[in-house]
Antibody
Framework: EVQLVESGGGLVQPGGSLRLSCAAS????????MSWVRQAPGKGLEWVAN????????YYGDSVKGRFTISRDNAKNSLYLQMNRLRAEDTAVYYC???????????WGRGTLVTVSS | SYVLTQPPSVSVAPGKTARISCGGN??????VHWYQQKPGQAPVLLIY???DRPSGIPERFSGSNSGNTATLTISRVEAGDEADYYC???????????FGGGTKLTVL
């Protein structure tokens, strides 16, 4: 089955760090750009970051640039998001998404909730 | 930065046609993609490259894009179409993905 499964979310204090993971299956992971998209409670979708197939190019949204790092391990069919210096406004469901034919998202995971609170 | 503007809400009676707009500066020169998100679920790709439908998406869903407005049209609206709808483009000038603010479709 073609799917993306996120993990690693949870409660973290402001200023803390968290690493999200996304396990891909059912397709050739190394052939695709991948992304993280988030959604704050009751709010709309916000793009977070993209990474090229070989990891050589990475793009970030303005609100996370310098604090978040996207990475991947094609041998493990996995995508990651390292989140540092977390703020309350980073509280959201984080979705892993596959990029198709530049630039739309044709496959989404179910998301993992990150809550930043003291 | 590039901004996509959607109406916060649209209401339509069952069996009628709903139109959801997505406004942006010269959006007609960009490729627009649409997603449907039902409560508690992940988004689902609905329309890509302005008017193409992924397999499994009913023909009732269609898209158009010209000038400063892209439009998602839902014909013969059903109760199950009640959801949030988002438009999306790629801003190539700064290598950013941009989402519209989303439109909540209510079926009366």
């Amino acid at each position: 089955e073609v799917q993306l499964v996120e993990s690693g979310g949870g409660l973290v204090q402001p200023g803390g760090s968290l690493r999200l993971s996304c396990a891909a299956s059912g397709f050739t992971f190394s052939h695709y750009w991948m992304s993280w998209v988030r959604q704050a409670p009751g709010k709309g979708l916000e793009w977070v970051a993209n990474i090229k197939q070989d990891g050589s190019k990475k793009y970030y949204g303005d609100s996370v640039k310098g604090r978040f790092t996207i990475s991947r391990d094609n041998a493990k069919n996995s995508l990651y998001l390292q989140m540092n210096r977390l703020r309350a406004e980073d509280t959201a469901v984080y979705y892993c998404a596959r990029v198709s034919r530049l630039w739309y998202f044709d496959l989404w995971g179910r998301g993992t909730l990150v809550t930043v609170s003291s | 930065s590039y901004v996509l503007t959607q109406p916060p809400s649209v209401s339509v009676a069952p069996g009628k046609t709903a139109r959801i707009s997505c406004g942006g500066n010269s959006i007609g020169s960009k490729s627009v993609h649409w997603y449907q998100q039902k409560p508690g679920q992940a988004p689902v790709l609905l329309i890509y490259y302005d008017s193409d439908r992924p397999s499994g998406i009913p023909e009732r869903f269609s898209g158009s894009n010209s000038g400063n407005t892209a439009t998602l049209t839902i014909s013969r609206v059903e109760a199950g179409d009640e959801a949030d709808y988002y438009c999306q483009v790629w801003n190539s000038s700064i290598d950013h993905v941009v989402f519209g603010g989303g439109t909540k479709l209510t079926v009366l």
